[in-house]
């Protein structure tokens, strides 16, 4: 969608998302929760911040006295194994939140939505997939949605 008012006005386009930062009582905890949930490194960490890495973006959790809870606002996790995250997800004392979709509350109250990779239009280019040592497949559907905005594979 161009909102431009006029031929000069070209904004710029959206590319992707860099990074999510998420607000947590404690780092240490952050970190203890998140890694009973799933595998990763941390590209680094301060006193306050620590950040997870994922390819080419990463999570950021930011070390805050008052933490705000999300109801709605959400973000979404790309992941090689959904039904592997509810179930360690559940172990690790998440909250899951019932409907359609796989979302769960953090122990601070974020809300996170968990997607399959081979369900999803989202894409990591083959050199980050390579990287992150992962070797992963679209599911047809995606692959239909994915050829109707012109990207094939």
Avoid: C
């Amino acid at each position: 969608m161009d909102t431009s008012t006029g031929p000069e006005a070209k904004k710029p386009n959206l590319v992707g998302i860099n990074h999510v930062a998420l607000e947590v009582g404690s780092i240490d905890e952050a970190l203890a929760f998140y890694g009973k949930i799933f595998s990763f490194t941390l590209r680094g960490r301060g006193q306050s911040s620590a950040f997870i890495d994922m390819g080419d973006q990463f999570i950021a959790l930011m070390e805050t006295a008052a933490p705000a809870g999300d109801k709605e606002r959400h973000f979404g996790l790309v992941v090689d194994d959904r039904s592997a995250v509810r179930r360690l997800a559940e172990a690790a004392g998440a909250r899951v939140l019932p409907g359609r979709f796989l979302d769960f509350l953090d122990p601070w109250g974020n809300r996170v939505q968990v997607v399959e990779y081979g369900d999803i239009q989202f894409t990591k280019s083959p050199q980050v997939l390579r990287a992150m040592g992962l070797d992963l497949r679209k599911s047809d559907e995606a692959l239909k949605e994915l050829a109707g905005k012109g990207v094939t594979f």
